[in-house]
């Protein structure tokens, strides 16, 4: 079996200045940077891809490459609630959506050749709008940390909260809250524009179950569950 020796380098400026391919999984506010620096550092023909679960915000702030450099915005669909090497696995990202963002320029050819890589590796690539993408990820991700991050709030507020007989709708609606604080208060600041109008669906949903508890409306209650309980079941109908 041949071994592959992975070299640890602490800056761009270290990097060999003849590169096919780089990609920046750095925090979301380092990647314009980030970009930056590496179009100054590198000499050859370059695809430059990063994996935020930002787009309209990174793509705002790139000024201009040089000709030979080209930036295509990517995006993972997989992870975990803790970072670091130690909570890698190899089947973490195997059949994930992969989604791209087709705005930039980016030559047939390089755009193919990427899209053909990452299928090789198993992602379901997926091709997109920065506007939509980041809709999206508010919807299904930036969103739902929230939720949990305030279940998990109003929990430690209440004097009955107790670490002993917690079940498993707890640990599992609260688990994103345990998500690295850095990305939580960048993904608030970077996508603003699509979470408040879902926060403010939310406060109005919730004043209406608010009302209809309080009124022992229980027609509308199970009606509201039952509508909620088909969704889910479309939008994951495998778990």
């Not at 787009?55 to 970072?83: N, V």
Request: aromatic share 6%; net charge negative.
């Amino acid at each position: 079996t041949q071994t592959q020796q992975i070299q640890v380098l602490s800056q761009i400026t270290d990097l060999p200045q003849t590169l096919d391919l780089v990609l920046i999984c750095s925090p979301i506010d380092q990647i314009p940077d980030n970009i930056h620096a590496l179009d100054h550092h590198i000499k050859s023909e370059v695809l430059i891809s990063d994996i935020g679960s930002i787009k309209q915000g990174i793509i705002s702030q790139i000024k201009p490459l040089k000709s030979d450099h080209y930036y295509l915005p990517g995006h993972p669909m997989a992870g975990r609630t803790h970072t670091g090497p130690e909570h890698s696995s190899p089947d973490l990202l195997k059949k994930a959506v992969y989604f791209l963002i087709h705005e930039n320029k980016v030559p047939e050819k390089i755009r193919t050749s990427f899209e053909s890589w990452l299928s090789g590796l198993s992602f379901q690539v997926t091709w997109t709008s920065a506007s939509e993408h980041d809709q999206l990820m508010a919807l299904t991700s930036h969103f739902p940390y929230l939720i949990s991050v305030l279940t998990t709030l109003v929990a430690n507020n209440s004097p009955i909260m107790s670490t002993k007989g917690i079940g498993p709708g707890f640990q599992g609606i609260t688990r994103l809250a345990g998500s690295s604080v850095d990305w939580g208060t960048q993904v608030c600041q970077a996508n603003a524009q699509s979470l408040l109008p879902l926060l403010t669906e939310l406060i109005q949903s919730a004043q209406t179950l608010k009302a209809q508890i309080q009124d022992q409306e229980w027609p509308q209650v199970a009606a509201q569950l039952e509508q909620a309980n088909q969704a889910r079941s479309k939008f994951c109908p495998h778990t």
